[in-house]
């Protein structure tokens, strides 16, 4: 099983950017899909990006298309989320996390493995 960390949260103004990464640990890393989440107060997790095993196909929800970028590194164990043109509404806890089985395309949030401890984004306008 593939255990994760997240970094890179922060409070940006809108139009800003910011870079998550998340730090997984495992030599399987490569076998496995990886996702990124968020929460919002008062709101369910949803998804926001995804991205497939091996050189990575990729994934997003509507609303983030054309401004997330989510990528990952299977020599450093690690995936990255992109974050440009942040927008008030992206404020939310952003989890990474790993999928429960290998070898698939994306996360889904019941197929999640792992979770990341989460890493707050706060965008002001």
């Known amino acids: 099983q593939v255990q994760v960390v997240e970094s890179g949260g922060g409070l940006v103004q809108a139009g800003g950017s910011l870079r998550l990464s998340c730090v997984a640990s495992?030599?399987?890393?490569?076998?496995?899909?990886m996702g990124w989440f968020r929460q919002a107060p008062g709101k369910e997790r949803e998804f926001v990006a995804g991205?497939?095993?091996?050189?990575?196909?990729?994934t997003y929800a509507d609303d983030v298309k054309g401004r997330f970028t989510i990528s990952r590194d299977n020599a450093k164990n690690t995936v990255y989320l992109q974050m440009n043109s942040l927008k008030p509404e992206d404020t939310a806890v952003y989890y990474c996390a790993a999928d429960g089985a290998r070898y698939r395309s994306t996360v889904a949030l019941a197929g999640v493995g792992s979770w990341g401890q989460g890493t707050q984004v706060t965008v002001s306008s």
């Open positions: 495992g030599r399987t890393f490569m076998y496995y899909a």
């Open positions: 991205i497939s095993w091996g050189v990575g196909s990729t």
